[in-house]
């Protein structure tokens, strides 16, 4: 677990370094987020934590990366699910960049996270069997659509439920969390790992920041990423581990924001609304609106994903 604990520690201290002094150049230059009817803060806010938390990752995956070439040798940029996931994240911050600086459309933004999602296939990052009490079933021509579709999901479910301060930090961590647990317990430590840690790292060292009331917000560049993070390796989750993870394992650890997207989609065709279209009535808008406090919203919020990543874990014992 060497490996996995120095991405983490780099990423957190990254993180924790190049978040205030990106809150700080934003701020300068005017690259906030601005308040309106749909959102909860009441006062403009930096938008660009998610920058801060994509360097630390890499700087976490880096820092791993150059201890393995001491310790454990056969880890390299290479291993297993590597290439797909760090290419992907890469990407996916880059699009999120896109957004948070100059804005994209909806439809523009969802053609690029399955542009992305596609190259993740072709890299080597597929679902190609489903695990569970019925065996083993070959997913064939269904594996590229229904990867891409789980990729898609969770980025958007993931970008969706970043509506209040700390919430998709914290509902993050728990799914990272369950994933991290999973993984680990095979044995042998999956080259994933170190993207998991650092991930987590990077999130923790801006959660500081971001917690009520936030000094700087992650934007569409950190909710992006930690939806495709989640997505891609609950992907490796399930395809490498020798015990068979069932598919709706890291369904249940993303649960909370897979649930709010789901009942967002449903509830604007049933009155005909556009499902692009944002609203003001996801589950944090309904806690507010039932007289909760932004922290205690949170609060409840972190701990319903925190079970259902606890759950998830069950699950494949």
Known sequence: MLTPAVAFVAALV?????????????????LLDEPDERKVHEVAIPRLGGVGIVAALFVGVAGALLVATR???SLTILSGDLPPILAGTALIAGVGI????RGMRARVKLLAQVG???VAVVLGLSLDRLDGPWGSISLGAWSVPL????????INAVNLIDGLDGLASGVSLTAMAALFVIASS?????????????CAGAVIGFLPFNLHPASIIMG???AM???FVISSVGVSVTQTLPSGVPPWVPVIAVGLPLTDTAWAILRRLAVGDPIFVPDKRHIHHQLLAAGLSQRVVMLVLWGVSAALGVLAVALTR
């Not at 990867?147 to 969770?154: D, E, L």
């Open 220 to 222: 569409d560049t950190g």
């Open 186 to 198: 095979g044995g042998a430590e999956p080259p994933y790992l170190i993207v998991l840690a650092g």
């Open 14 to 30: 990254a993180s924790a370094i190049l978040t205030p002094l990106i809150r700080g150049a934003a701020t300068e230059r005017g």
């Open 147 to 154: 990867t891409v579709a789980w990729i898609v999901a969770v």
């Open 71 to 73: 310790v454990e040798p």
């Open 225 to 227: 990423l930690l939806g």
């Open 116 to 118: 992305i999602a596609l």
């Open 98 to 101: 896109i957004d948070d600086l």
